[in-house]
């Protein structure tokens, strides 16, 4: 069976200091694994993905992610929290074996970011 | 420009009550779900449909029926409204055939709420 662990429900950090949002993942197969962000009362915004192709995968906003297959993981990692990054971060497996779609959804990990 | 658009943002409504949600997407996906998210902000998978045929029905009441009047389209009305039902509702879609690359866009939601 397929699942995502985000190892912590909530992460608050000083505007300009690193950011790490842990994930592991477990698949039976390759998956694709995304973040996905939600602000506030909105939508949820793709910020990066990775598909089998380079591990290391940039995405929007300065974010990024590390697929380490021997570790299960998928961390978000930023150099520098920008206060616009306080959100919801979701990550999100699709497994390989399926062709419906559909995607499993961690349960989320809330970025506070303090001036 | 809106890519995935839902109506209406809120809903307010008395329990025992039917309503209805819309869904559209103007960017030429062939396959529309809809997730609940729950008051803990977990996500989860309700249905999805590709090119108007149910491809994911997950163990959701049947006083929920989704429709598909067509690709574009992806409609979720609810009989006999609950309070659990209150959540927020997001619609997304994507272009599924690429592999077992899935990225979805996201609408912007709809908060239902029960009374």
């Known amino acids: 069976a397929q699942s995502v662990t985000q190892l912590d429900s909530h992460v608050s950090v000083s505007e300009g200091t690193p950011v790490l949002l842990r994930c592991n993942y477990s698949?039976?197969?390759?998956?694709?694994l995304f973040w996905y962000v939600q602000h506030p009362n909105k939508g949820l915004q793709l910020l990066l993905k990775?598909?089998?192709?380079?591990?290391l995968v940039k995405g929007i906003n300065g974010f990024e992610a590390e697929f380490k297959k021997s570790e299960t993981s998928f961390h978000l990692t930023k150099p520098s929290a920008h206060m616009s990054d306080a959100a919801e971060y979701f990550c999100?497996?699709?497994?390989?074996?399926?062709?419906?779609?559909?995607?499993?959804f961690g349960q989320g990990t809330t970025l506070q970011v303090k001036p | 420009d809106t890519a995935v658009s839902q109506t209406p943002k809120y809903l307010v409504t008395q329990m025992g009550n039917d309503k209805s949600i819309k869904c559209e997407q103007n960017?030429?996906?062939?396959?529309m779900y809809w997730y609940k998210q729950d008051s803990k902000k977990f996500l989860k998978i309700m249905f999805s449909?590709?090119?108007?045929?149910?491809?994911i029905n997950e163990t959701v009441p049947n006083r929920f029926s989704p429709k598909s009047p067509d690709k574009a389209h992806l409609n979720l009305h609810i009989n006999s409204l609950e309070l659990g039902d209150s959540a927020v509702y997001f619609c997304?879609?994507?272009?599924?055939?690429?592999?077992?690359?899935?990225?979805?866009?996201f609408g912007p939601g709809t908060r239902l709420t029960v009374l």
């Open positions: 997304a879609s994507s272009l599924l055939g690429t592999g077992n690359y899935n990225e979805q866009f």
């Open positions: 990775y598909t089998s192709a380079a591990t």
């Open positions: 698949s039976s197969y390759s998956p694709s």
């Open positions: 999100v497996v699709s497994p390989g074996s399926s062709n419906t779609g559909k995607l499993i």
């Open positions: 449909y590709n090119n108007k045929e149910l491809i």
């Open positions: 960017l030429g996906h062939d396959t």
